[in-house]
């Protein structure tokens, strides 16, 4: 049973999510309730499902309309979304910029500016990676050199800061800090990587370290929540192993060890569904399923052939997952449709290259790296495209956003736009 990382979900009563078992969530931000909310990386349980929208059947010639479009700076962090407003996270100059848009015009509604002290990688783009966190009415961005900035978000107020990486000796690795920490049991989890600190666990209103624990090293990979045994827990893909936390206790379990070492990554995010653990990485680490129920996650299958993917999440539906076998540096990335119990392809759409998913009911939103967005069925017969569209000629990695309708892309290296369309019914 999944867990949502806000614990103001909770009040709206937990549901057990099998395979492809939809449940309707609304975030609760400051007292007010929002529907189709998207508060963090992947949407509101971290898998990329956006429960309750409704995608339209097709679009115009020309696309989906474009509400609107916002400058941004560099960076690939995605937005969030909550209440009326969009958050964006991105680098202008020496700042890191904490932003609130809003939903119907991208007008800034305020910002936050924070020194940034990130120089860069093998990616020459010196913005933030990390989707920011909304919960508990407030702002949590993870920054490129590891600094963790809080912020109301009604006002954009500074709440507070950690220079997480200085104070533990974080490693920036190949692009910057890119995990994005998760809030679990009244605790905001990160994966700091450093020395007696793979760990780190911060009071929320506060941003003091309630407990540090492994030398686990970071990874890009943003953990899960996850409900065993009636304790919620977090699940993190490190470095080289698949870990799990247990946020009142400070009690880090290694699960089984997933990575290599050397030019390799972890990036994807790890999908619990059910009593089921999904993972995946491209760097012949491969994917592998594991029941989550007893005392030790068994293997029921491992592949490296299967659906091994560099970063993008694979998207669930009724027993299947939906993503892309491949990697962005290497060509001929392919989007595939695999059977999660036995680890079977069911279909392959060769050269589609990397991209990011989004299911909403029965259909997937794909936004591809070079600017392309898909309009697919989701379904285990065939790929079947409904409708495509370029929304622009340049670089696409962030991960997007949908709510209400509205689909929120990123696009640029070094500097780019943030792009509001209309793709609901």
Partial sequence: MTSNPNPRYRTLGMAIRAWGLPITLV????????????????????NGVAEGERLAAGWPAGGPQRLWTCKLGSGYAGPAVVGGRVIVFHRVGDLEVVEALDVATGKSLWRAEFAANYRGGIDRDTGPRCVPLLAEGRVFAFGAAGDLYCVALDSGKKLWTRELYADYRGDEGYFGAGSTPILVAGKLLVNVGGRGAGL???DPATGKTAWNATDEAASYSSPAAVTLAGQEQAIFITRLNCVLADPATGKVRTLFPFGQRGPTVNAATPLVVGDKLFVTASYNIGAQLRTLAGTEPQQLWASDDVLSSQYATPVPRDGFLYGIHGREDQGGAELRC??????????????????????????????????????????????????QHQVVRDVARALPALSAGRLYVRTGSGGGELICLAVGE
């Fill in 338 to 387: 695999l059977e999660a119990a036995t680890g079977k392809v069911r279909w392959s759409e060769a050269d589609f290259g990397v991209a990011n998913l989004i299911l909403a009911g029965d259909k997937l939103l794909l936004i591809g790296a070079g600017g392309k967005l898909a309009l697919a069925r989701a379904t285990p017969e065939r790929y079947t495209e409904l409708a």
């Fill in 27 to 46: 975030a609760v931000i400051g007292g007010t309730a929002w529907g189709g909310d998207w508060p963090q990386i992947l949407g509101p349980q971290r």
């Fill in 200 to 202: 780190v666990a911060l």
